[in-house]
């Protein structure tokens, strides 16, 4: 009897503890940012938005910012070694990289929230060689309000998001297509 009792008085004060913990959180939640790419797959032209501007550690250990590279075009990609989607499309990443690497094409990956031991390893692991920086709190990810990776984001010359892909790129071509939109703004 005095077990039960006990056992009761337990579930009781976990009921309530919990119930209060939703009530704090709810009562007063943060902002959600808004999404660059809208659930459509069918619309992935953004209204050109000027690009937000961050400063992240890149895998040497440096400060990098994305305002760096004003003037230049930028495939801005997010996303994360665990992500399966993201693990098809970087064998295509890479060979864009390599296509691109001595022009004014710029590609910047963002890694969400992994250990630099991780993507260290998932990088020398995979043979890749494009700059990555590290986004370690999520805090670039939510500036942008990603809500699903891989994201993909192109930024023109004057700083302007000019095209965003939600998925995977299926394919180098779907890639390059994709990049090629740059030509056909201008």
Known sequence: MKRSIIIWTAAIILVAAAVYSNYLYNSNPAPAPTPIVQ?????????????LDFTLEDMDGNKVTLSDYKGKTILLNFWASWCGPCKYEMPFIEKLYQDTKDS???????????????????????????????????D????????????????????KIISAHEGAMESYEMLKEFVNQLKNEK
Do not use: C, R
């Not at 990956?109 to 020398?124: C, I, P, R």
């Open 39 to 51: 659930n459509n797959p069918e619309q992935q032209v953004v209204d050109s938005m000027d690009a």
């Open 104 to 138: 004014d094409f710029v590609i910047i990956t963002v890694n969400l929230q992994e250990a630099k031991s991780v993507v260290s390893e998932f990088m020398t692991n995979n043979k890749y060689h494009f700059p990555v920086w590290l986004d370690s709190q999520g």
């Open 140 to 159: 670039v990810a939510n500036q942008y309000g990603v809500s699903g990776i891989p994201l993909s984001l192109l930024i023109d010359k004057d700083f």
